[in-house]
């Protein structure tokens, strides 16, 4: 079964530094997607950063990259120059197919703090 | 337009009644997908359509019903639901097809509440 485990329930960073997110997932998959999304108190789901399986480099985005260790089956989010709006439930996510549909299975979440 | 919208934004309904849920998306995506998120729990995938077709049924109850009847429009109907349904319904769309794996686009929610 694909699993998704986030285990920081929360974590807190002051304003300006760094904070890396942890995630590991368990597949028997040799391809698949991994995702960071964002959830502020607005609930709505945003995405931070896409990881494709078969790539050896670690995505990027602007202050958000990941260390992707696939052997190790890890995927963690790191957040650079953290800002007060990067304040949010952080979600790491597995994509894979079945029935024909691609389904997203995500972790329980790391509520990130960021301290002024 | 590159956003996904659900309506009504809060619903309150007893054990009796029935209502739906509506999702709008006007970006061409072929799938759609419905999500229940509890409080503080991370979002649970409930349905998925696939070209107007459910391609992915949970095992949700029967009293949580979903319709697709064009390619931008989803609903959710909801029938004698019980206090623990009580949570945040999310939709998403894709642009669909099979291996791309591209990213969801969320909608904002329909918080209910069931009494």
């Known amino acids: 079964a694909q699993t998704v485990t986030q285990s920081q329930p929360e974590m807190s960073v002051q304003e300006a530094e760094t904070v890396t997110l942890s995630c590991t997932y368990d597949?028997?998959?040799?391809?698949?997607?991994l995702f960071w999304y964002k959830q502020p108190p607005s609930r709505q789901m945003i995405l931070v950063i896409r990881?494709?399986?078969?790539?050896?480099q670690n995505a990027t985005e602007n202050r958000f990259s990941v260390n992707f260790q696939k052997a190790a089956k890890s995927f963690s989010l790191k957040i650079s120059d953290s800002q007060l709006g990067d304040a949010a439930m952080y979600f790491c996510?597995?994509?894979?197919?079945?029935?024909?549909?691609?389904?997203?299975?995500f972790g329980k979440g790391t509520k990130l703090t960021v301290n002024p | 337009d590159t956003e996904v919208t659900q309506t009504p934004k809060h619903l309150v309904m007893g054990m009796t009644n029935k209502k739906s849920l509506k999702c709008e998306q006007h970006?061409?995506?072929?799938?759609m997908y419905w999500y229940k998120q509890k409080a503080k729990k991370p979002p649970e995938l409930m349905f998925v359509?696939?070209?107007?077709?459910?391609?992915i049924n949970e095992s949700v109850p029967s009293r949580f019903s979903p319709e697709c009847p064009n390619s931008s429009l989803l609903n959710l109907h909801l029938h004698a639901l019980q206090p623990e349904d009580s949570a945040l319904y999310l939709c998403?769309?894709?642009?669909?097809?099979?291996?791309?794996?591209?990213?969801?686009?969320f909608g904002s929610g329909t918080q209910l509440s069931v009494l």
């Open positions: 359509y696939s070209y107007e077709k459910l391609s």
């Open positions: 597949t028997s998959e040799s391809d698949y997607y």
């Open positions: 990881q494709e399986a078969y790539k050896q």
């Open positions: 996510a597995y994509s894979y197919t079945q029935g024909g549909s691609e389904k997203l299975v």
């Open positions: 998403a769309s894709r642009l669909g097809g099979v291996g791309f794996n591209e990213k969801l686009f």
């Open positions: 970006m061409g995506h072929r799938a």
